[in-house]
């Protein structure tokens, strides 16, 4: 068998009718003979695979909870005379207004169509087919329905099109966030799956979160990316994460090197120049896959792996950048200080920045920036900054002015993070009140970044023992930050910090002072 073949699993029994799913139809009737009739009419209808699911209404009221219960209705028969005139047009304007559910299709019907005319509702509803009830035969109902199904069918894969590359132009819009190259491919994922007309579930699987090293056996695999049941299991094992069918699935494509394809499932093998491959994992198919649908799957498998790569490859250079970056600060900074003071200043500002709101983009440049606000250091006599005594005015003087000798390192670069590494190392001890140093900034003339990386320098000194003072408790630190919110620190942002103490408490531990 060569790489262009497919594998189709033998199967004992053909799928029953209706494996790969069901359309939900929802009838909404003040009349029980309707519902028993219209399920009648189209209790053997399948389309792609799938037969029909009733849901039940009897008024304008259940009908739209019916719709906050369920989001994947794909055609309601809404009758517009109930407990109201016009109790099903309500529930028309309900769906695509306040719900702004455009995807389910509405076919209106009536027993007494003088009541709304239908040029009228055409024009003013958003519905999809108006019939009288006296002219929808069995037959009609069929062609009815098999057009509404087609339509819903149609534009889910569309949503899913856009949903898909939406998340992909999210995603390259900062291939350096942690969390970016998972929802790059949670984004690819999601094309695929709305190539083959709209998966259910989908997932990237390749080797443990730490990539560069190769894969061995296929127990070495882990879920990367997911959509549907697998959103959220990323990091998970894979034997852990799939049935024994899906797993065995998915070793038989990552020994043969091709896809595979079983009733509602299928898994392509993505070559890879670094490692044995990863893997394209789809279930929920609404469809029988055929050679049209194995050719764009290979194809797509062969480009998702070269992009992965690449992205890896782009991911490395940043993280080593950052590194260097990181131990560039912790060489340069030259107090006395434990050995994790970079590591805390560096995790701390991750997560204030987080919870403040800061963007992906501008919270991976103020990462890079952060270890070097202390730069300045380096130029002051390590015998002022060891001293325990008390300081002379013109030793405190050549302390306060490591804040201008940082500066003038960084000042001349064109490059963004290098001019945030400046800005840090000049104003983190600027005070909200204007009474800091060197410029006597105010309120939000100091920037965000700087306001930010005064709170947390001060806690870390606080938090920490120094040749000039011991460890304090955090009961102490607390009230020390908290009484000087609205002086020396922004009180919005000291706001935040306080409420997420514990999280900073947690990174001093984990990467812990002296007496911490």
């Not at 009419?41 to 799938?50: K, S, V």
């Not at 620190?489 to 999280?503: A, G, H, R, T, V």
Request: hydrophobic residues 40%; negative net charge.
């Amino acid at each position: 068998m060569n790489d262009d073949d497919v594998l189709f699993v033998e199967e004992d029994d053909e799928p029953e009718q209706g494996e790969l799913g069901y359309w939900k139809v929802l009838i909404v009737d003040d009349e029980p003979e309707v519902h028993a009739v219209t399920r009648l009419a189209l209790n053997d209808f399948t389309l792609n695979g799938r037969a029909l699911t009733f849901l039940s209404a009897y008024d304008g009221e259940e009908a739209r909870r019916m719709f906050r219960e369920h989001n994947d209705i794909a055609v309601v028969l809404l009758d517009v005379v109930m407990e109201s005139d016009d109790a099903g047009l309500r529930v028309a304007d309900y769906i695509r207004n306040d719900l702004e559910n455009h995807f389910t299709r509405i076919i209106l019907r009536t027993g007494q169509p003088g009541q709304a005319p239908e040029k009228d509702v055409i024009i003013n509803y958003d519905i999809n087919d108006y019939k009288s009830k006296t002219e929808l035969t069995a037959q009609k109902l069929f062609t009815v329905i098999i057009a509404a199904l087609r339509s819903y069918r149609d534009i889910i894969v569309i949503e899913e099109a856009r949903a898909g590359l939406e998340k992909i132009i999210d995603a390259s819009a900062d291939l350096f966030s942690s969390r970016s190259l998972e929802r790059f491919m949670q984004g690819l994922i999601q094309q695929l799956a709305s190539i083959l007309g709209g998966a259910k579930n989908a997932a990237y699987i390749t080797s443990a979160i730490a990539v560069s090293k190769p894969i061995g056996t296929l127990g070495d695999l882990y879920i990367f990316a997911g959509n549907g049941e697998y959103a959220g299991k990323e990091g998970g094992r894979l034997r852990e994460s799939l049935s024994d069918f899906e797993y065995d699935l998915c070793r038989q494509a990552l020994q043969r090197k091709e896809v595979v394809y079983a009733e509602e499932h299928l898994v392509a093998y993505c070559k890879s120049n670094v490692n044995r491959g990863s893997l394209l994992f789809l279930t929920g198919l609404p469809r029988p896959v055929n050679e049209m649908d194995i050719r764009l799957v290979r194809k797509f498998s062969e480009n998702v792996q070269i992009a992965f790569d690449n992205l890896l490859n782009t991911r490395e250079v940043h993280d080593t950048q950052n590194e260097i970056v990181q131990r560039l600060g912790q060489a340069l900074d030259g107090r006395e200080l434990d050995g994790n003071h970079v590591k805390r200043i560096v995790a701390m500002t991750e997560t204030f920045a987080i919870e403040a709101g800061m963007d992906d983009r501008d919270l991976q440049m103020l990462l890079m920036a952060a270890p070097l606000h202390d730069v300045g250091n380096s130029y002051v006599p390590r015998a002022i900054l060891n001293k325990s005594e008390s300081l002379t005015d013109d030793e405190f003087h050549q302390i306060q002015m490591h804040a201008e000798f940082g500066y003038q390192v960084f000042k001349d670069s064109k490059r963004p993070i290098i001019k945030l590494a400046a800005q840090l190392a000049r104003h983190h001890h600027e005070r909200w009140d204007g009474q800091g140093y060197p410029d006597g900034l105010q309120g939000e003339q100091i920037s965000i970044e700087s306001r930010l990386m005064a709170i947390l320098d001060t806690f870390d000194a606080l938090f920490n023992e120094r040749v000039y003072k011991p460890a304090w408790p955090i009961d102490q630190v607390k009230d020390a930050m908290q009484a000087a919110a609205g002086k020396q620190f922004d009180p919005s942002l000291m706001q935040i910090f306080m409420e997420n103490i514990d999280k900073f408490v947690a990174i001093q531990q984990q990467y812990p002072g002296k007496s911490n």
